[in-house]
């Protein structure tokens, strides 16, 4: 089958195409026939220096997140499985490939009428944002400030924000992801690469209520002190490397909860089965800013890196 293998870690380029073995599956697994693989950002961090949530080391197919049909089923399997679209953890590789070979217990089913490559799109990010909101509970009428708000996470965070009845604030990086959130319907907008953008909020709401920050170091900082007394501060990401720097006599001053919302398997799998039945309900839209043939992973990873990409970046493999 075909495949994208990372035999040692470093730049985009060390992301190479190949051959790799057919996957069988054995007892109690099954077999995914990929039509879309799902990118991440911490994949990109990983293939750089191993860092990430998964401890692996070359030479390995990466990719934690795909979608398909299930193929085969191995033995002790319902075989009435074969010829359902699922999306499915991988369990932290093998997902820049044909087929993958998963447990039985890490498929979940795609609604009838969801197109596959949306629900790729908010399998992770989808599961993500739910999880977050359901921890921020903001109410109608407060302030939500969402950073790296034209990326995957942040675009479904910024529209469940919305429907909750929160005014959401969305900070994105250059002029080409403000106006693409001002074309979604997003009424405050800035752009977090100006200096002034914490000036422009303050102008615009007076402050905020709560903060989703998927990116840490200078920016979460910078976010922390929009913060009215009794903010609620969520961490997901660290796009910047770093998380940020809060000094903890601070945060009890200023009287600010902060949260890193963690979920056991059966919790996430709820929250990825809402995120799938939202989308399906065309409440949620994700938007697929770029997809990329399996051979041109080593661009697609260039393109997340370079902060070129907007919302879920795809592998298209059918």
């Not at 035999?7 to 380029?13: A, N, S, V």
């Not at 060390?14 to 911490?42: C, K, M, R, S, Y």
């Not at 359902?84 to 490939?97: D, F, L």
């Not at 989808?126 to 939500?144: C, K």
Request: proline share 8%; aromatic share 6%.
């Amino acid at each position: 089958m075909r495949a994208v293998w990372l035999r040692e870690f470093g730049g985009p380029e060390v992301l190479v195409p190949g051959p790799a073995p057919d996957p069988t599956p054995g007892p109690g697994q099954v077999l995914i026939e990929v039509a879309h693989a799902n990118l991440t950002f911490v994949e990109t961090m990983f293939r750089a220096t191993g860092f990430g949530p998964f401890r692996a080391a070359p030479p390995l197919i990466p990719g934690n997140g795909v979608g398909g049909m299930i193929a085969a089923v191995g033995p002790g399997v319902d075989p009435g499985l074969v010829g359902r679209r699922v999306v499915s953890g991988t369990g932290g590789s093998g997902g820049y490939a044909e087929r993958v070979v998963v447990d039985r217990d890490l498929p979940v089913e795609v609604p009838a009428g969801l197109p596959l490559d949306e629900a790729v799109a908010v399998f992770a990010d989808g599961r993500t944002a739910t999880l977050l909101m359901d921890a921020a509970r903001p109410r109608p009428g407060d302030r939500v400030l969402v950073e790296a708000a034209a990326g995957g996470v942040g675009t479904l965070l910024a529209q469940l924000a919305a429907a909750a009845g929160a005014r959401v604030v969305a900070a994105a990086g250059g002029a080409r992801k403000v106006a693409l959130l001002r074309e979604r319907g997003l009424e405050v907008v800035v752009d977090y690469r100006q200096p002034d953008w914490t000036d422009q909020v303050r102008a615009a709401t007076g402050g905020v209520d709560v903060v989703f920050d998927g990116v840490g170091g200078v920016l979460a900082r910078a976010a922390f002190d929009l913060l009215d007394a009794g903010g609620r501060m969520l961490t997901f990401g660290l796009a910047s490397g770093a998380w940020a720097e809060l000094p903890a006599d601070l945060v009890a001053a200023r009287g600010v909860t902060l949260l890193r919302p963690t979920a056991d398997p059966a919790a996430l799998r709820a929250f990825t089965e809402r995120a799938l039945a939202e989308t399906a309900a065309g409440r949620l839209r994700p938007l697929i800013g770029q997809r990329f043939p399996l051979e041109r992973a080593a661009e697609a990873h260039a393109a997340m890196e370079s902060r070129a990409t907007v919302g879920k970046t795809l592998l298209d493999l059918h």
